[in-house]
């Protein structure tokens, strides 16, 4: 079993659309956790922290849920520029970084 | 501007030859990552430092060395040994290991084998 896991996708939707990526790790020890964006051969970037608590970005809004060992990622309103993978990311007890292997997002005019 | 730069941008390996990926950073941050990505894949952790002179084996460490003389430079060399370098290779740094809140990556370079 993959560290992380998440769907491939693609998810592909209209403009406007409202739209929910979801991750599962496995390592209950795990410390913290993100979503990366990376667009077509280019570096990842880090699009937001999650927390416990929830927190928003705007238009995008992460949750954690640590009893199930899963993250969510909504994007509400899609651009056309939102059209990238997001990669789930989750810290491990050593510190380092556990990469998912990404959701493709393409969203149509 | 503060930032990471990675050359070359495309490399070209033969059968046999060791290659240099060069990592600067300007950032003054302590610890340097190396990752490798597949098509279709996440990434996996070559190498990491935390410090000048002192670097840790990753996840899939075989084939690979580095050295970190310099708290701006972490040079990665693909090996011989390694038998499938075909990838793009990706290098990071933050101001501590595990400060993924500031963990930056380079542009990247694709390794693509002859």
């Known amino acids: 079993r993959k560290e992380v896991e998440q769907d491939p996708g693609p998810f592909n939707v209209p403009e406007g659309a409202t739209v929910a990526f979801n991750c599962t790790y496995s390592?209950?020890?795990?410390?913290?956790f993100f979503w990366y964006r990376q667009d077509c051969r280019k570096e990842p970037k880090l699009l937001m922290s999650?927390?416990?608590s929830g927190n928003e970005d705007g238009r995008f809004t992460a949750q954690l849920n640590r009893a199930s060992q899963y993250i969510s990622l909504l994007i509400r309103d899609s651009k056309l520029s939102d059209s990238a993978t997001y990669l789930c990311?989750?810290?491990?007890?050593?510190?380092?970084?556990?990469f998912g292997s990404g959701t493709r997002l393409l969203v149509r005019p | 501007d503060g930032g990471i730069t990675q050359s070359p941008k495309y490399l070209f390996r033969k059968e046999g030859q060791n290659v240099t990926l060069s990592c600067e950073q300007n950032?003054?941050?302590?610890?340097m990552y190396w990752y490798r990505q597949d098509p279709g894949q996440g990434l996996r952790l070559i190498y990491y430092?935390?410090?000048?002179?002192?670097?840790q084996k990753g996840d899939i460490a075989e084939g690979y060395s580095v050295s970190r003389e310099k708290k701006e430079s972490f040079p990665l060399t693909v090996t011989s040994a390694q038998k499938n370098p075909t990838a793009f290779y990706l290098c990071?740094?933050?101001?501590?290991?595990?400060?993924?809140?500031?963990?930056?990556f380079g542009p990247g370079t694709r390794l693509l084998v002859l």
């Open positions: 990071a740094s933050s101001n501590r290991l595990g400060g993924a809140e500031t963990q930056y």
């Open positions: 390592n209950s020890a795990s410390q913290s």
């Open positions: 999650v927390y416990s």
């Open positions: 990311v989750v810290m491990d007890s050593s510190y380092k970084l556990i």
């Open positions: 950032l003054n941050h302590d610890a």
């Open positions: 430092s935390q410090i000048v002179n002192d670097f």
